[in-house]
Structure formats: structure tokens, C-alpha cells
């Protein structure tokens, strides 16, 4: 046995002092293509007309966000649904995610990422909750500032950095986003009902691209969280959020470039 696997092993040693010099070649050969590929990137066939999509998954770290009866965090379920909709979008897109990981970032460093990043539209991830266990159904969000009254005039401008009204310029095209999205959320199996929401939320206040905060379902209704806490029900919710981006694009934007 000694001697035959000392033979193996020298015939084994002799091929590969061989091959050395062609596998360097093939090596080298795919590391020159890989290079040449990734200055390519996006390689889509849509590279210039679709964009950088910044994807925000709700809370995180110590601010799990709300929980629902059987112990799910809306952190967590955010971030399994922004990984799933990274890995849908990613073929066509560039996708920025605000958090990759189970850690928290104050709300305005998340829409100054997305700015950072150039991206062309911020989609925020949440779950809704509630104190009555049967509420159930998504809303989706967007911008629209707090209505002034003559008894609640509008303070000047020049009080507010520039950023802050950031969203003012892309408040119709959230809208537009908006839509686009409910059209395809109201498609899924379970056909829930969507709501578009204008709301003056500070989060959204200052992203400088058509912005939206998605709730995908509250975590207080039982049959809910079961279902948000299920893989296949996160990859069908991506799949639709993903669809939705693709209508946006598709009836939007095309026209406004
Ligand atoms: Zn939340």
C-alpha cells in the first residue's frame, strides 16, 4: 500500500510541475477578463437608464422597532426583506443598502447615505403595528409637508437647512413610486390591502430622489407575522417591491430624462 500511494503521489507531482505554467496562463486569463468585466458594470441591458436603488431596512441594534406575539422584531424581518430585494434588483440596478447588518443609524444619516450614493430612489422598509391584533393590510408613504393653517403660519425658509426640503423637489414622483409599487404589492397571493399614505415624515424629508416607506404588514396581527416571518412570503414581498420599481421606471422616469 506504501509503496503504490508514494508512486500515485509522484505521478501526482509530475503532471502538476506540468501544468504549473498553463494554469498560471489560465489564471491570469481570468483574472485579465474579471477586470475587464467589472469596469463594465452595470452589464444590464438597461446600464444607463436604470439607476442606483437605496434600500433602507427599519431600525436595527438596539431599536428592534415593534414586535410581534410569537417574538419577531420588525429589525430583523426589514433586514431578511432588503436582502432578498438587494439580491432581485441587483442584476439590473446598483443597490445601495443603508445597513447591511443588525446595527442602528440615525434617520437622517440614512437618506444622506442614499444622497452620498447618487442613488435614484430610496425605498425604506418597516412593518406596521398596532394595540388591535386584527389590523392588517401595508401602506406605503410618501412625503407631503405638515398642512399650515393661518393660526399655524409656515416658519421662514431661512430657518431650515437646504437639505432638510430636500424631498419638496421629488414629492410628486414619490407619489408616482408609490403607486407603482401598490400596483404590484396588491397582486401578491394573499391580495392585501394597500394603502398610498401622504404623511409629512421627518425621515423622508431630506432624500433628494422620489422616496417611499413601505410597511409591509403588522407584526401585531398573528397570521401576519407568521406569514413575514416565512422565507418564501419575504422573497414573494421582494419579488413585488422589485416589479414595482421596474413600473416606475418603466412609466416614470423614462419620461422625466
Ligand atoms: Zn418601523
Redesign the pocket.
Known sequence: MGVKRKHVTAERCKISTGLVPIILYIAMAIVTASAAKAQDQPPSPFAGTHGTVAIDP??GGKDV??RGNAGTT?KEICLAIARELTHRLEPTYRVVLTRSDDYDIPLVERTAIANHHRADLFISI??GASYLRNTEGMGIYHYQPAARTAAAPSPPNTTLPLWHQAQMAHSNASQTLAASLRQSLVQLADRPTVRTIAAPLSVLQGADMPAVIIEVGYLTHPSTEEALRSAEYQAALAKAIAKGVERYYATSLRHER
Do not use: A
Open positions: 427599519g431600525h422597532g415593534s420588525e418597516h412593518t
